[in-house]
């Protein structure tokens, strides 16, 4: 059963709650393999993403992180081993080329890992995304991404105080697929196709938003 976790970005820890349904889910824990989105920066990466799976009891025999320091062959065979699959946030241009550049994203999507994303991993898991100058982004376009499921994703964005942006900027794309979006501790799970909602997660589609109900 595939299961997908697109994260917001959590300050400290992750909730109980979310915790809890992560024990659940992440049952093999030999291999715990991150995706660097600065894979050109060879400083200490992905600290904070791990230790929210550090403070949630779940520890891994192995650690990898994937950026430009390994081989592409060598990162191919760690997507192909992993247990878990955690696309660290940053930048999400950087990640998405990335990505490109070691033929990652068939790997992922093929893959039986629990698959997990911050901020800019969580952006870059979805199918497509709109990469805006409004959001702090480079440039005003729509990017594909890995296609886990088929909706597309906003994540670590000030939503509460930008919420007319928010819908102006992506009313176009939502005319055309799902979007999630989210801020801060917050969380959209897909399981066996279920999608269930931690924190305050919005769903604009056809033009419209909603806010969606805590499932987890």
């Not at 870059?124 to 594909?144: H, I, P, Q, R």
């Not at 597309?152 to 919420?163: A, G, K, Q, Y």
């Not at 928010?166 to 799902?178: K, M």
């Amino acid at each position: 059963m595939k299961i997908h976790y697109y994260l917001g970005w959590f300050n400290k820890f992750f909730p109980e709650n979310l915790g809890k349904v992560l024990q659940e889910d992440i049952t093999d824990r030999k291999s715990l393999v991150m995706i660097s989105s600065n894979p050109s920066i060879y400083e200490a990466d992905g600290a904070a993403e791990r230790s929210w799976l550090d403070q949630t009891g779940i520890i891994f025999d192995e650690y990898h992180l994937i950026n430009y320091r390994v081989q592409k062959e060598d990162a191919q065979t760690l997507i192909q081993n992993a247990s878990v699959i955690f696309l660290l946030g940053g930048s999400i241009l950087n990640l998405n080329g990335f990505l490109i550049d070691y033929e990652l994203s068939k790997l992922i999507k093929k893959s039986s890992a629990v698959v997990m994303g911050a901020s800019a991993g969580a952006i870059n898991m979805s199918a497509k995304w709109l990469c805006s100058k409004n959001f702090g982004d480079e440039t005003n376009s729509v990017y594909n991404g890995i296609g886990l499921d088929n909706f597309s994703v906003l994540s670590h964005f000030d939503l509460e105080n930008n919420m007319a942006l928010v819908q102006d900027e992506l009313s176009p794309l939502s005319e055309e697929i799902n979007i999630y979006a989210s801020n801060k501790d917050c969380a959209v799970r897909v399981k066996g196709g279920k999608v269930d909602i931690l924190g305050n997660v919005y769903l604009i589609s056809h033009s419209k938003i909603q806010k969606l109900e805590e499932t987890l």
